[in-house]
């Protein structure tokens, strides 16, 4: 690869990983704590970048004053140079642009595969859960005590879930991801939503919901995915930071 090339790599990198680290959309590929981390690296690049480029500068403004009097050097090579930086402009316009968080078409992919399968369902004692109600849970927290929790103790309570929407066949299912590291390694939980208004929803709408976890919904043969009995429910723009951990 030429020095122009990887100069322009350098310099489209650096920057992509600077821009996602200072708008917060990072938060679609990583977990938070990563933000420095990305703009230490982007950092990095662009600063190599910009002394590889004007180290190049000045070599190529050496070698045209050495041309102009000794005409007989070739200096194609400068043209070359010009016409590839163009390269710059659709690709910067490209590789800048940023995709989305993953969503339902991700939670439909994942073969079932759920927080909840680590243990046999209904084995483990959990921590009493906090007075009053509502009582506002990740769907992470909701799952793996429907799936493990022996004491049900999400039995009678109503819980506040946030999620985005994800369609199935005819179910409509509340849904979050988890990621470990990134989101390479995202997979779903998820709940199944019963009652209320649920089927003018759309794939990908954020949702907060109030309801009841149904006993003994979450098996095996569902991937441990609870019944969620809606009460109400209200759309809300997507969070900043789309994932659980």
Same mark, same amino acid.
């Given at each position: 690869?030429?020095?122009?090339?990887?100069?322009?790599?350098?310099?489209?990198?650096?920057?992509?990983?600077?821009?996602?680290?200072?708008?917060?959309?990072?938060?679609?590929?990583?977990?938070?704590?990563?933000?420095?981390?990305?703009?230490?690296a982007g950092a990095a690049?662009?600063?190599?970048?910009?002394?590889?480029?004007?180290?190049?500068?000045?070599?190529?403004?050496?070698?045209?004053?050495?041309? *102009?009097? *000794?005409?007989?050097?070739?200096?194609?090579?400068?043209?070359?140079?010009?016409?590839?930086?163009?390269?710059?402009?659709? $690709?910067?316009?490209?590789?800048?642009?940023?995709?989305?968080?993953?969503?339902?078409?991700?939670?439909?992919?994942?073969?079932?595969?759920?927080?909840?399968?680590?243990?046999?369902? +209904?084995?483990?004692?959990?921590?009493?859960?906090?007075?009053?109600?509502?009582?506002?849970?990740?769907?992470?927290?909701?799952?793996?005590?429907?799936?493990?929790?022996?004491?049900?103790?999400?039995?009678?309570?109503?819980?506040?879930v946030t999620g985005f929407?994800?369609?199935?066949?005819?179910?409509?299912?509340?849904?979050?991801?988890?990621?470990?590291?990134?989101?390479?390694?995202?997979?779903? $939980?998820?709940?199944?939503?019963?009652?209320?208004?649920?089927?003018?929803?759309?794939?990908?709408?954020? $949702?907060?919901? !109030?309801?009841?976890?149904?006993?003994?919904?979450?098996?095996?043969?569902?991937?441990? !995915?609870?019944?969620?009995?809606?009460?109400?429910? +209200?759309?809300?723009?997507?969070?900043?930071d789309p994932y659980e951990?």
């Amino acid at each position: 690869m030429r020095r122009e090339s990887q100069n322009i790599l350098l310099v489209l990198l650096g920057g992509a990983l600077l821009k996602i680290a200072l708008d917060g959309s990072y938060l679609r590929y990583v977990k938070p704590f990563q933000q420095p981390w990305l703009i230490l690296a982007g950092a990095a690049m662009v600063t190599l970048a910009a002394v590889a480029i004007v180290k190049d500068i000045v070599t190529a403004q050496r070698a045209t004053r050495a041309a *102009e009097t *000794e005409p007989e050097h070739d200096v194609e090579h400068s043209h070359r140079t010009r016409s590839t930086w163009m390269l710059i402009l659709p $690709v910067l316009a490209i590789f800048l642009i940023a995709p989305p968080a993953l969503g339902a078409d991700s939670v439909n992919r994942s073969g079932g595969r759920t927080v909840a399968q680590a243990q046999p369902v +209904k084995t483990a004692t959990f921590p009493p859960l906090p007075a009053g109600d509502p009582l506002s849970m990740t769907i992470t927290d909701v799952v793996t005590r429907a799936g493990w929790d022996a004491g049900n103790s999400l039995t009678g309570r109503t819980v506040r879930v946030t999620g985005f929407v994800a369609h199935k066949g005819n179910a409509v299912y509340l849904a979050r991801l988890v990621i470990g590291c990134c989101a390479a390694d995202a997979f779903p $939980v998820k709940v199944r939503l019963t009652g209320g208004e649920t089927s003018g929803l759309r794939n990908d709408q954020w $949702v907060e919901t !109030t309801g009841a976890v149904q006993p003994d919904t979450a098996k095996p043969a569902n991937s441990y !995915t609870p019944d969620f009995a809606v009460s109400t429910m +209200k759309l809300i723009p997507p969070p900043g930071d789309p994932y659980e951990y």
